[in-house]
């Protein structure tokens, strides 16, 4: 298997700074190839801006959707961080974002990543569009066949991002990356490795976490993505791409609606 962590923590003494190394050393042990995008340590650069494409004219309006279009049919196309960062997405068989939960999204730096990397042609842009196709998107595109998946730390404790908790239960405020991105590109996206309270944990804790890390690793391969709507196969009215009266569960509302239930 050829996997690619993007790693998205300033410090490499952290919780997630020592299970990343341990990832690595046991996805290595294994037979596996690994890469990693350490953000932080890259110095990667968060602003999408007209630096981000050789042929822009400068001085000149940007529009960066119709920059990026046209970027990608240049022979400059883009810059040659964001150009390694997409061979690295198209190499691996799995694609692990690894960040902590900071103020309910992920770490400036990583969202940078996603903004410059995710370009026309490559994340979006794909396929045909007319009354019955809406382009190849959620569920198709240029990532199918890869696996996705989020390893998460959050400071506060499970209860919090449950159903009743007050900061709202964990897998809506992670639909947006899961849905939005990694399925959105067309991936199989596994159920989120998510642990609790982590500036409290020790290392009785940590070697909790990791075996329990080294156990989805191992079994990679039978486990059952988060089963997301395809937007082009029957479930969506095209191209306004809502979901179709009477498909919901009663009283099913929300991102809970574009979920397949067994």
């Known amino acids: 298997m050829k996997v690619l962590i993007v790693f998205a923590h300033p410090e490499k003494r952290s919780f997630n700074g ?16 690994v890469k990693v995008s350490d953000l932080y340590r890259m110095n990667w650069k968060t602003t999408l801006d007209e630096n981000d494409f050789p042929s822009f004219e400068k001085g000149t309006r940007l529009y960066p959707v119709l920059q990026s279009a046209k970027s990608s049919y240049s022979e400059e196309k883009f810059t040659k961080d964001v150009m390694e960062e997409q061979e690295k997405m198209k190499w691996a068989d799995l694609i692990i974002l690894q960040f902590p939960f900071w103020w309910f999204s992920v770490p400036a730096i990583l969202k940078g990543w996603v903004d410059r990397v995710f370009t026309y042609n490559f994340a979006y842009g794909l396929g045909e569009y007319d009354e019955t196709h809406f382009g190849e998107r959620y569920g198709e595109g240029a990532m199918v066949g890869k ?116």
């Open 18 to 33: 020592s299970l990343l190394d341990e990832t690595v050393k046991y996805l290595t042990e294994k037979g596996d190839q």
């Open 147 to 262: 696996k996705g998946m989020l390893m998460v730390t959050a400071g506060g404790h499970p209860e919090i991002f449950s159903k009743r908790g007050i900061d709202g239960p964990i897998d809506d405020l992670l639909f947006p990356i899961n849905h939005g991105l990694f399925f959105y590109m067309g991936m199989d996206v596994l159920p989120s490795f998510v642990n609790y309270q982590i500036e409290s944990a020790d290392e009785k804790r940590f070697q909790e976490v990791l075996g329990n890390l080294k156990k989805i690793l191992d079994n990679i391969d039978t486990i059952k993505p988060i089963n997301y709507r395809k937007q082009n196969f029957g479930d969506y009215v095209i191209p306004a791409a809502t979901l179709k009266e009477g498909l919901e569960l009663p009283g099913e509302t929300g991102y809970d609606m574009h979920i397949l239930k067994d």
